[in-house]
Each structure stands twice: as C-alpha cells, then as structure tokens.
C-alpha cells in the first residue's frame, strides 16, 4: 500500500464498499508541507471498529401520517431538540441502521504515518476508511481511536 499527494491518481479508489476488498493499491495524503503545519487532533495511528453511532436524542414511534408517507421504510424517528444539529428538526431511522448500531467487528487496524499525520491534521479530511478485518472501506463513524476512544473523522 502507498500514498500519493495527487487527488487525480488514476490508481485512487473512493468511497465505500459494497463487498470485501483488498485495501487500495495508493491512499490520498495532504503533502508534506501541509502536515508539517501542525496538528488539530493527537498524532494516532490505530482505529477499532465498534459500527455506526446510534441515536444521540429519544426516539419516538411514527405518526400515522408519516407512516402514510413513507410505508414500512422507516421504523423510528429521532426528533432534535430545538437548535441542537443545526436546522435539521430530526432523522428517520431504519430497523436495519438500529439493528447495526455498535455492531462492528472490533478488530484494530493500524495506518501509516502519512495517513495517521493526514487525520491529525485535518480530522474531516476522509470520508471512509478500512476495516482489515471486515476487508472493506467503511464510513468513518464506525471507528474510534484506541488511544482516546473518540469517533473518527471528529
């Protein structure tokens, strides 16, 4: 596996898998001089795979017109207290996002330097990162850092 600095490097894949994957031939990494800037998070290079996140507010059943609406797609929805994700009033939620809720593999995997400096660096900067064990690119929020605890990508 190799790092490039080059975001048109025909040899880059991007985003999510499907199915499992080998991991990419060469990832994205901010070049040396913008890693050499400085840190806004800890330099850390081991992530754990604990899933995707669950509801941070009390979920409540739908309303008979929202189950009108959308049928059986939905199966709760996370009302937001007024002002606490921006404008958004809430989320729908699926039986099967509730389902995966903190159901990763736990399995640890471990980054390169270039790749662990671009995360300190600029924490937003990947959308999906890979799971050796699940073999496959998945969102960020599925991870958390092994020394810290926190979510990926925050």
Known sequence: MGVTTNPNDPRLTHGGDEAPTPQAEVYLVLSDEERA???????????????????????????????????????????????????????????????????????????????????AREPGFYGHTYCVQCRMHLPVGEFVWVDGGERVGT
Do not use: I
């Open 37 to 119: 800037k400085g840190f806004v998070r800890p330099l850390r290079n081991s992530y754990q795979h604990v899933g995707p996140p669950g509801p941070k507010y009390p979920l409540r059943e739908l309303t008979d017109e929202e189950r009108a609406r959308y049928g059986d797609e939905f199966a709760m929805y996370e009302p937001y207290p007024k002002g606490a994700e921006g404008s958004a009033l809430g989320r729908f939620w699926t039986q099967a996002q509730l389902d995966a809720v903190g159901k990763g593999c736990g399995v640890v995997t471990t980054m390169g330097r270039a790749l662990a400096e671009t995360y």
